[in-house]
């Protein structure tokens, strides 16, 4: 994943300091982060294709209220949907990270171990 900024300096701080991202100095100005475990959804859209960035979070709202306390700006607030239950922080480059409580089922077990497919 990459992700394009007005600002990736100010982008990059954030990701090191307030989310604790563990990283490495790739050169010519590319830090790159470890991410948390990922998992990957392919939706059908009419429209023009898009992707977006949904880190998921255990509990909601200690998640808002622990980044809420370290300055992170939240521009709405959490909404319950079918899925789960979903905000999105603003980023100082302008660009929006969703953070969600999924109530959906997940591809792995606690252990990280694949789960049985259909």
Known sequence: M???SRDAEADRRFLR??????YVDAGHGWLIFEAPPTEVACHPTEGEP?????LMCDDLDA??????????????????????RVTAFR???GGEIA??????PRPRGAAGVPAPGP
């Open 2 to 4: 990459v992700i394009h």
């Open 17 to 22: 300091d307030v989310l604790g991202w563990a």
């Open 50 to 54: 898009a992707h977006e960035l949904m």
């Open 63 to 84: 998640t808002v209220a622990e980044l809420t306390r370290a300055g992170v700006e939240f521009p709405r607030p959490v909404q319950d949907v079918s899925w789960g």
């Open 91 to 93: 980023m100082p480059g």
């Open 99 to 104: 953070v969600y409580e999924p109530r959906h």
